[in-house]
């Protein structure tokens, strides 16, 4: 339960989205103003593909076990970790995807049953 208003929840919220639509209006104005993107940018942004890969997979598969070995033992780390060789390995997205996920059905319902 909070102590706002109705008044004051929808006043937050229009004003968030006012402020959301701001920022991303802001960055199609600025490159469209922009004959090209200058090559700096260029560069640093062909890493925003793996950061936002890295940050969405690495949660999902460390955990915080009690112990080390639980750690090291849980199916998520040793898929991810078959998934990490086979990507660095064949740089297929496809093959990534069918073994990594192979792997994590073999250890969660076979080997780790």
Known sequence: MT????????AAIVLIGVCTFTIRL???YLFGRLDGVPPRVEQV??????????????????T??????????DERLLA????????WRTED???????G???LWLFRFVVFA
């Open 3 to 10: 102590t706002w208003s109705p008044a004051s929840i929808w």
């Open 26 to 28: 802001s960055f199609i």
């Open 45 to 62: 942004l062909r890493y925003v593909p793996a950061a936002v890969l890295a940050a969405l997979v690495v949660p999902a598969v460390v």
């Open 64 to 73: 915080v076990e009690s112990t080390l070995t639980a750690t090291l033992l």
């Open 80 to 87: 991810g970790a078959v998934a990490t060789g086979v990507a």
């Open 93 to 99: 997205v496809l093959a990534t995807i069918v073994l």
């Open 101 to 103: 996920m192979g792997t």
